[in-house]
């Protein structure tokens, strides 16, 4: 499993850990949050005939977030193959990839969207770049990662990187990139594809 190669203090619990909270609902916090950057994504990309691809997108909780703001072009891409088929059930398309590779992804998409994931990989910035080739010009990318300390590492849940501020996130990301919104904990940041 992808997750213990990358983490060997990982275990097998932890892993069900995501399948456990595979649940028909997002919990009130989860929705909240979701429901916030939904209104950050509308806010900053209005244009509701978007296609919209959520990476590390789960069962497509934010999806439906999404939705609500009028949002109706969706692809979910997640590590877990339980969680896309459950995606597939909820009636999103997507695909079960490792979001290491989501450059290779023969697709394009006007606002794409990774909220705590790419925490949970070795390279973000292949992660970034990959991202800006799948992005149409003018397109919006959120990314949101949980603000941690640096140690112990690596941490639970999998997660290989630890962004201690905004500037070790934003830091990734070059001249290629327009950036137009930032929030410190947890770490949000909004771009434009120059
Ligand atoms: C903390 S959850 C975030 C779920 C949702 N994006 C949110 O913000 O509520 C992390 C998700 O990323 C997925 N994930 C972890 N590593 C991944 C990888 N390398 N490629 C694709 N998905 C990955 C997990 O399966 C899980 O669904």
């Known amino acids: 499993m992808e997750h213990l190669e990358q983490n060997k203090e990982l275990t097998s619990k932890k892993i069900d850990f995501w399948k456990e909270k595979g649940a028909n609902q997002p919990g009130p916090g989860v929705k909240k949050r979701h429901d916030l950057i939904a209104s950050l994504v509308k806010k900053h990309h209005p244009d509701s005939s978007a ?3 959520d990476i590390g997108g789960r069962e497509g909780f934010l999806c439906d977030a999404l939705k609500q703001q009028g949002f109706k072009s969706f692809y979910i891409v997640d590590i877990s193959p339980e969680a896309i088929e459950y995606a597939k059930q909820r009636g999103y398309n997507g695909e079960v990839k490792n979001v290491e590779n989501i450059g290779s992804l023969n697709r394009t998409f006007d606002i794409i969207i990774a909220s705590h994931v790419i925490e949970h990989c070795k390279e973000p910035k292949k992660i970034i770049d990959g991202v800006h ?3 149409n010009p003018g397109g919006t990318f959120f990314i949101e990662v949980p603000r941690q300390p640096k140690e112990p590492v690596p941490t639970k849940f999998g997660h290989w990187y630890l962004f201690s ?3 070790e996130l934003t830091e990734l990301f070059d001249e290629k990139w327009e950036l137009v919104f930032t929030h410190p904990a ?9």
């Open 165 to 167: 501020d905004l500037s």
């Open 186 to 194: 947890p770490i949000r940041a909004i771009y434009k594809k120059r």
């Open 51 to 53: 296609a919209v691809m």
């Open 133 to 135: 080739g799948l992005l």
